[in-house]
């Protein structure tokens, strides 16, 4: 039977199989950099497979976490600095589910776009690879989804799913007591939270994004675009030692409703503002829009991207442990009787 049709391919639909095929190979080898123990498949399959036996746990609890990057990514197009908002999905992810108690395992990431440009993407799923390298877990799966007509020329999104265990009877928040004390990490920057308001603020200012930046080196863009600090590795250490009854990843809602998550019912929070110094890309936001310092606390991670609640008693070893492991820490208050977050002196 001869079929002398020449009619309309996928491709012409605007989705092209060829280019999927290529970026999949394209990432392989990042992909491979992120191997560890208990992963049991690579790429290109339909389900990703890990063995939590092969990775050393005995009675594992699993623990799930998903997040995006949010509208920092309008500025990741808009200026083509693509590299470090795969790290940002990740440590969205990550961060959360070490302030569980777990370790994070593996990683899947979902890229959507109207038509798919192969290098963009490579350098996206690049970035994620580095944020599961940095963090100890396995990029063992993903989709990249072309979806003509759903996103306009050059926009995509992204988000992520991570999954980390830890052995029963290890998960935090666990014995938070009034006198623990606070210690906060510093933070990278804005890292990946309030980012409307970013946007608005930059308009205000009105400076592009390719403006040099007012409070560094960079351009404005890529001062912006400083990627979220990765806490698993260092958490994980301060966990292992002994004494840390629970974490707080500062995002969305900054330090006045992260820190309440993780304290039990009838307490609350002390923290002196003059524990730590400001970051100029904080003080600049904030002048530029006039921003009070309780908006500004409960938007922005203000310079603190994590904060361990620690036994009075660890304290000190446990702030020497962390500043070995390469953060800035600062002793911010302590855990007292009440609810949610007092704070004393001025942010300014």
Known sequence: MSDNKTGI??????????AGNALVERIKPAAKRTDR??????????????????AGYSDPVLVAATDGVGTKLRIAIDTGHLDGVGIDLVAMCVNDLVCQGAEPLFFLDYFATGKLDTESAARVIEGIAEGCVRSGAA?????????PGMYPAGDFDLAGFAVGAMERGAALPEG??????LLGLGSDGVHSNGYS????????SGLGWDAGCPWSDETLGAALLAPTRLYVKPALSAIRAGGVHALAHITGGGLTENLPRVLPEGFGAEIELGAWELPPVFRWLGETGGIEASEMLKTFNCGI????????????????ALAAEGEQVFV??????????????SLW
Do not use: C, N, P, W
Not at 140 to 146: D, N, P
């Open 332 to 345: 911010l208050g302590q855990v007292a009787e009440g609810q949610g977050v007092a704070y004393r002196g």
């Open 305 to 320: 991207g994590m904060i361990a609640v620690v036994a009075a008693d660890r304290a000190d070893a446990l702030a020497e």
């Open 176 to 181: 938070v007591v009034a006198g623990d004390i």
């Open 37 to 54: 123990a208990g992963t049991m498949s690579g790429l290109g399959g339909f389900g990703a497979l890990f063995d939590l036996k092969a």
């Open 139 to 147: 990029l063992i799966g993903g989709e990249t989804a072309e979806m």
């Open 9 to 18: 391919t996928y491709a012409d639909a605007g989705v092209d199989i060829d």
């Open 197 to 204: 308001l970013v946007r608005k603020l930059v308009e205000i």
